[in-house]
């Protein structure tokens, strides 16, 4: 048979102490043992497996940059050669003469890398590119255009 009985707690409410005596006892976190892994020093052989687990317990672990990076997404020179026709489909490159006109913004990309040759003539307007592509585009009767300074 079940029988209800009131929690303990419940007929301690109103009372100073609730049953530990003076009112000094269970007062803190003092006599808690501290909080979170408190008490883990030269004693606490017991103790040290749990924490080796938590990798970041001990020392300092990266920082925070307040500083804004802009997130580079690159694209190499013989993707987009691969890819001109379909490119060029769907309208985000064009054609001016003998140049094919490259937007890299349109195509999602900030940066142009210089893996691959160029076989054909390129305006390429761009924020980011390398010295290396910006040469060989250039030997080859192009010309690359920086939207920001820098490379």
Excluded: C
């Amino acid at each position: 048979m079940v029988v209800n009985k009131a929690k303990k707690n419940k007929r301690q409410r109103g009372s100073t102490t609730h049953g530990w005596g003076s009112r000094k006892k269970h007062r803190g976190t003092g006599n808690k043992g501290g909080k979170g892994h408190a008490g883990s020093g030269k004693r606490a052989d017991s103790k040290k497996p749990s924490i080796w687990k938590d990798t970041k317990y001990f020392g300092k672990h990266g920082f925070k940059n307040l500083g804004f990076k802009k997130k580079i997404n690159a694209i190499n020179l013989i993707e987009i050669e691969e890819k001109l026709g379909s490119f060029e489909s769907d309208k985000l490159i064009s054609r001016e003469k003998d140049f094919y006109v490259v937007d890299l913004a349109k195509l999602g990309f900030n940066k142009l890398l210089g893996k691959g040759n160029p076989t054909k003539k390129y305006k390429i307007t761009t924020e980011y590119a390398s010295k290396k592509i910006m040469e060989k585009i250039k030997q080859a009767g192009g010309e690359v255009i920086l939207t920001r300074q820098g490379n």
